[in-house]
């Protein structure tokens, strides 16, 4: 994720992403978000009714480990989290695979072979065309 998407999360959720401190040795959240810009939105929704729930409703502060894309799905690695919260990472991973992780589009996302991503149609195109200049 870009350098402004990733310091608006960081300082929008200092609680949910203070790992982000620690050395890499101690928790991988030192690698930041390791994902494309389009996944933004979904980590920011997330991480928004997260902390709501937490402030508002007594639900145990969670911290994240670590948040990556493996095979095209949004991996959000976390700990201290109740159940509820677990349910609402679940369906933000889920809601991943229908999400480019390229321009956040939820229109026409596929996934690619090889080296899985999850793009849509406009994407797939850029994509294709950058694979082809490389052969």
């Given at each position: 994720?870009?350098?402004?998407?990733?310091?608006?999360?960081?300082?929008?959720?200092p609680?949910?992403?203070i790992?982000?401190?620690?050395?890499?040795?101690?928790?991988?959240?030192?690698?930041?978000?390791?994902?494309?810009?389009?996944w933004?939105?979904l980590i920011?929704?997330?991480?928004?009714?997260?902390?709501?729930?937490?402030?508002?409703?007594?639900?145990?502060?969670?911290?994240?480990?670590?948040?990556?894309e493996?095979?095209?799905?949004?991996?959000?690695?976390?700990?201290?989290?109740?159940?509820?919260?677990?349910?609402?990472?679940?369906?933000?991973?889920?809601?991943?695979?229908?999400?480019?992780?390229?321009?956040?589009?939820?229109?026409?996302v596929?996934k690619?072979?090889?080296?899985?991503?999850?793009?849509?149609?406009?994407?797939?195109?850029?994509?294709?065309?950058?694979r082809?200049?490389?052969?």
């Amino acid at each position: 994720m870009n350098k402004k998407l990733t310091q608006k999360l960081l300082n929008k959720y200092p609680k949910l992403f203070i790992q982000h401190k620690l050395p890499i040795t101690e928790s991988a959240m030192g690698w930041l978000f390791q994902c494309n810009d389009g996944w933004y939105w979904l980590i920011n929704i997330l991480c928004s009714q997260l902390q709501f729930d937490i402030d508002r409703n007594n639900e145990p502060q969670l911290e994240f480990t670590t948040i990556k894309e493996k095979f095209g799905n949004l991996r959000l690695y976390h700990q201290g989290a109740s159940e509820r919260q677990d349910g609402m990472i679940d369906l933000i991973s889920f809601m991943s695979n229908y999400t480019c992780e390229d321009c956040g589009s939820t229109s026409n996302v596929t996934k690619t072979k090889g080296y899985i991503t999850t793009l849509c149609s406009k994407c797939m195109i850029d994509y294709k065309k950058k694979r082809e200049v490389k052969k």
